[in-house]
């Protein structure tokens, strides 16, 4: 449809939605429907007459924290594809969905909804998600755009974040979506990113966005996100959503008559929608259909890749036919989603008493242990839970975050679990040695317990049949695969934005910059819990070999690297190999200790090996350099870091990378002799001025340090810039010096 044709009104009105979840319809065009969510679908049918929302029953799969756990992207396809059928089946046309916002702070209250603190982990996976569910015809929505990093006041506050910051951490992750996959829809989100409202920032939603990203899809404000839709229109914002009974349309109709909203703005904004309800509208299927149980087996597939054995002192697996104790609510009332706009209502659960006792077979004395709505710990429910312990001589503990510590709009105010849950661990711990804990949540938690413990296993939220696959990996049935997409530091105030998060009436400053998760903990060597990337198995693999396709190159090349992983224990097991690459470790520039560029899962036979490559380009070394505006690899020796985790990489290769176009700026009489002598871009123009400039012996006797005066080249290097040279010892004159450097700029072209 050619939008021009319609009235303006027409025009203006499809730029908002026409229900909570509608799209307007035109002559000619009908409305298409919009849904949460991200693991699962939550479709909700507003009764005309009544006005009750009824929602309609769907699957629940482990929610994003859990999702990426699993580091398997073909499963997480499935996923996307699975919700899509859903979708279909209730002629749904987009996914409000995937959320890729950076894990930020330990206590996001959506963090659950989010896939880990790494962009790179996060874009792959959820660049799975949406080509799963593409794949059906069905649009999703990538969210929320960007630098929706907290739910405190969320509506006004202002995230304040370097550009490095972003390039590096908070956008490259959605940009990796929008060039892999290109979601039909991106949501922008409700915050201010330094200054700006995210939907009316032209800079965010075109400049970098469409322009830079290449992005042909529709932009659609988060609900109720727009504060003035000329500004919206205008930036690049297509679709404000939900309805606001005709007062965005109307006014936007005003503002182009009285001249300040361009029409062309609204006319491509309405040509958008047109264009994505048109896509929408020819793939509904009236006759589609999905079947509970078949989706409910794919929820359980993904379920038992995304548990991660934490600890295990050899408790687990659990030998099949013994009496254990199963202590805490959660083992009949699972908790297995977060709270807010992606509930899902499910079409079944599982119940995990149950399942340990179908998949283990042996008598399970069952206690609740905690208050099913009180923290406060209960001293008769631990007594019986300690005496079940006691009498069984093995115990489950589970435990975790209430429903109401997870939630949108709300971020938590603290890392620890319930009083009523630590406490119940500590003193089953105490009188059983033979204690293992199961956590629910969707976000690292404190565990003030965790030396008195024999084994954890963190199920996150692991959606509907969550209770079959921790069954059969407690049982050992299954071999845990999954692994960290978050560090679990040990305590709150280990975090980087510890202090300082959600900052204060009006403003988010991100001032741990670009060490977000482990990129702080490890520059800062600050001791965790459990690293990024870790992940137990009941099989062990030995990283064997590394090989690379060459040792030299420049940035425009791509290498080649080979990995060997051995399964050297006695059962099968699926591991996920890592790759993290890290900068030369002098550099211009602060950059991370290491950072994860690659990952493979991949299943190995007890007893074999596999061989897993990967490619490495220029943005696997490259940072983002503030002042060119731009990617750069300066030249040095890189190095490619293989292993299981990224606190155990046993495997290293070294590549020495050549900056194709070194960055050149014109000779000042502020460029430093460091710049002058080390950078390859210089190519020595100035050299003999700088060897006539070189300190003299008495000027490096007054240095005060005895490693600078070791080392006085160095210092000098640092230092030193060619108008230091018209001072006493040298007293050159001005003018030679600048005749000097207007002599080397020539030579290099400026
Ligand atoms: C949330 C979005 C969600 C939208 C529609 C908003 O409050 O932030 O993630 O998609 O509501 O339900």
Request: charged share 25%.
């Amino acid at each position: 449809m050619d939008v021009k044709k319609l009235s303006l009104e027409d025009r203006a009105s499809l730029c908002n939605g026409a229900t909570t979840r509608l799209t307007h319809k035109v002559e000619g065009l009908d409305s298409i429907h919009m849904s949460d969510g991200p693991h699962g679908l939550r479709k909700v049918i507003y009764d005309g007459v009544s006005g009750n929302p009824r929602k309609v029953k769907t699957t629940c799969f482990p929610t994003s924290a859990g999702l990426a756990c699993s580091w398997n992207e073909e499963l997480i396809g499935e996923v996307g594809k699975t919700i899509a059928k859903e979708a279909k089946s209730q002629q749904v046309s987009v996914i409000l969905g995937p959320a890729v916002n950076m894990k930020r702070s330990p206590l996001c209250g959506r963090n659950f909804e989010y896939f880990s603190e790494d962009p790179y982990l996060a874009g792959k996976l959820a660049t799975a998600y949406v080509n799963g569910v593409q794949g059906e015809g069905i649009g999703t929505s990538l969210k929320h755009f960007a630098v929706n990093s907290q739910e405190t006041r969320r509506f006004t506050i202002n995230e304040v974040v370097s550009e490095r910051a972003l390039r590096e951490i908070y956008l490259s992750v959605f940009e990796m979506v929008v060039k892999e996959s290109q979601p039909k829809t991106i949501m922008a989100s409700y915050n201010m990113l330094n200054g700006e409202h995210t939907c009316e920032s032209k800079w965010l939603l075109t400049d970098v966005l469409r322009d830079e990203w290449g992005y042909k899809g529709l932009v659609v404000s988060d609900w109720k996100a727009v504060t003035n839709i000329g500004k919206a229109i205008t930036a690049g914002c297509d679709l404000a959503m939900p309805s606001t009974n005709g007062e965005w349309p109307k006014k936007a109709v005003a503002m182009v008559k009285e001249g300040t909203l361009d029409e062309k703005y609204l006319n491509r904004a309405a040509q958008r929608v047109a264009d994505l309800a048109e896509w929408g509208l020819s793939n509904i299927d009236n006759d589609a259909t999905f079947d509970v149980d078949e989706d409910h087996g794919v929820a359980a597939d993904i379920a038992r890749e995304c548990m991660v054995l934490l600890k295990n002192d050899g408790m687990l697996p659990l030998k099949k036919g013994e009496k254990i104790a199963i202590i805490g609510g959660f083992a009949r009332t699972p908790r297995f989603q977060g709270g807010g706009s992606s509930h899902v209502v499910t079409t079944k659960v599982d119940d995990i008493f149950e399942n340990l006792e179908q998949i283990g077979g042996g008598e399970l004395v069952y206690a609740q242990g905690y208050p099913e709505e009180s923290d406060i710990a209960d001293d008769a429910l631990i007594a019986e839970a300690v005496a079940a312990a006691k009498k069984c001589g093995k115990a489950i503990v589970f435990a975790g975050l209430p429903d109401s510590y997870e939630t949108e709009s709300l971020d938590r105010k603290h890392m620890r679990m319930p009083e009523a849950h630590c406490k119940l661990i500590e003193e089953v711990a105490k009188a059983c040695p033979d204690t293992t804990v199961v956590l629910s949540a969707g976000s690292p938690v404190e565990m003030p317990w965790i030396g008195s413990v024999n084994a954890i296993l963190h199920a996150y939220l692991g959606g509907q049949a969550l209770g079959k696959a921790i069954a059969e990996i407690l049982y050992g049935d299954t071999n845990p695969s999954g692994k960290l997409s978050e560090t679990h530091p040990i305590r709150l105030e280990d975090n980087p934005t510890y202090g300082f998060y959600p900052g204060d009436t009006k403003k988010s400053i991100h001032a741990e910059d670009i060490y977000i998760g482990y990129r702080w903990y490890e520059k800062k060597k600050i001791p965790v819990n459990f690293p990024f990337g870790f992940g137990l198995s009941y099989t062990k693999y030995e990283y064997e070999s590394i090989s690379v396709d060459k040792t030299e190159m420049t940035d425009e090349d791509t290498l080649t690297v080979t990995v060997k992983v051995k399964n050297v224990g006695e059962r099968d097991g699926k591991e996920v190999v890592e790759l993290y690459t890290a900068a030369p470790e002098k550099t211009a520039e602060l950059r991370p200790v290491k950072e994860l560029k690659g990952f493979k899962k991949v299943f190995i036979k007890a007893g074999e090996s596999a061989e897993v490559t990967f490619e490495l380009s220029k943005r696997a070394f490259a940072y983002w350099d503030e002042e060119e505006n731009n990617w750069r690899v300066p030249t040095g020796k890189y190095k490619v870091l293989v292993g299981t985790s990224s606190a155990e990489t046993p495997l290293c290769a070294e590549i020495y990378i050549t900056e194709k176009t070194p960055v050149c700026h014109p000779i000042t009489l502020e460029t430093t002799y460091g710049d002058l002598t080390t950078s390859r871009a210089y190519d020595g123009v100035m050299e003999d001025f700088v060897k006539a400039t070189i300190l003299p012996e008495e000027m490096v006797a007054q240095l005060h340090s005895d490693e600078a005066k070791k080392d006085a080249t160095a210092y000098y290097c640092q230092n030193y810039t060619p108008r230091m040279s018209v001072y006493a010892h040298w007293n050159i004159p001005l003018a030679d010096v600048e005749k000097a450097i207007d002599e080397a700029n020539k030579k290099l072209g400026y």
